[in-house]
């Protein structure tokens, strides 16, 4: 039985999610012409906004813009070209809906300038390894998501090896978190994600998530990303990232039942769906 009282309401000055329900959704808006599901469907500015405000009314917590690939073999994006895909984006969704938008992006530039622009929180698959990002973190008093990653998008899925995937995922993202505290980033608002398909293998990401609840014990509030990915392909031998629904729509019951706090989506009203029943009987 989940408890519902103030601890379950994160605020911070410009911005709150409420997770007194369970577990929350991250719609995914990806302004890219290259992401392995959505690459090239929200280059349009108008669509783009269209698309986070369809994802919002439909039950998103939180929209995730980025403006960088990271799928397998994706190349470094520079940071003139990150903000002339998002900043627009983010300035008019700022004006239009109340939830958090968060930048989803590893470089310091472009996450001040989304900042600026009305973005209220950072999910930086490097785990803020740039001190410069812990630093505006800390000054903004902003969340955090802290993924893990073993390599760079470009080479991750060449033959990615652990000794203990678990205990090395874990135990990287503690110290990462530990060292954000340092520079001042509230635990609070710091939130880990295992790093589902950056770097691991099929058994990478099953081990992973069956011991999901190794990493909900940290105390830190976690974060999920299996929306449409490779693995779950792999499992259906569904090719075409669009059609792995149900199969994705498995992971978030799964995760929302275990306590994960937060779930990034590409299908947000389906998941919706998944996750408010899973919320419901796990209550």
């Known amino acids: ?17 409420d997770f007194s329900s369970g577990c929350i959704l ?58 002339s895909r998002t900043i627009p984006v983010i300035k008019e969704i700022a004006k239009r809906i109340s939830i958090p938008i968060s930048i989803d992006t590893s470089n310091y530039e472009v996450a001040l ?4 622009a009305g973005a209220t929180m950072l999910n ?16 903004y ?18 033959e990615p090896k652990y000794e203990n995937v678990v205990e090395e995922v874990l135990q990287f993202l503690l110290e990462r978190a530990g060292r954000a505290e340092k520079f001042g980033v509230d635990k609070e608002k710091i939130f880990i994600d ?25 105390g830190y509030r976690v974060l999920v990303g299996t929306s449409r990915k490779r693995f779950i392909g792999q499992i259906t031998g569904r090719e075409k990232p669009s059609d792995r629904i149900f199969g994705t729509a498995a992971t978030v019951a799964l995760c929302a039942a ?26």
Do not use: Y
């Open 124 to 139: 930086d698959i490097t785990a803020l390894s740039d001190d410069r990002m812990c630093r505006l973190a800390a000054e």
């Open 141 to 158: 008093k902003v969340p955090v998501v802290l993924m893990h990653m073993q390599g760079r998008p470009s080479s991750m899925q060449v």
């Open 26 to 83: 991250m719609g995914v808006l990806n302004v890219t012409p290259d992401s392995f599901s959505d690459g090239g469907c929200f280059l349009d500015v108008d669509a783009a906004i269209e698309h986070a405000l369809q994802m919002a009314d439909a039950g998103a917590a939180i929209i995730d813009i980025g403006g960088e690939s990271t799928r397998p073999g994706s190349k470094t994006v520079s940071a003139d070209e990150q903000m």
């Open 194 to 218: 295992p790093g589902i398909g950056f770097g691991k293998t099929l058994e990478h990401n099953l081990l992973l998530l069956r011991n999901i609840d190794r990493f909900i014990c940290s």
């Open 113 to 116: 300038a989304s900042l600026e």
């Open 258 to 283: 275990a306590g994960v706090s937060i779930i990034r989506v590409h299908d947000v009203a389906e998941m919706a769906d998944v996750a408010r029943v899973a919320n419901t009987i796990c209550k």
């Open 1 to 17: 039985m989940r408890p519902i009282n103030n601890e379950n309401i994160l605020k911070w000055p410009k911005g709150k999610l």
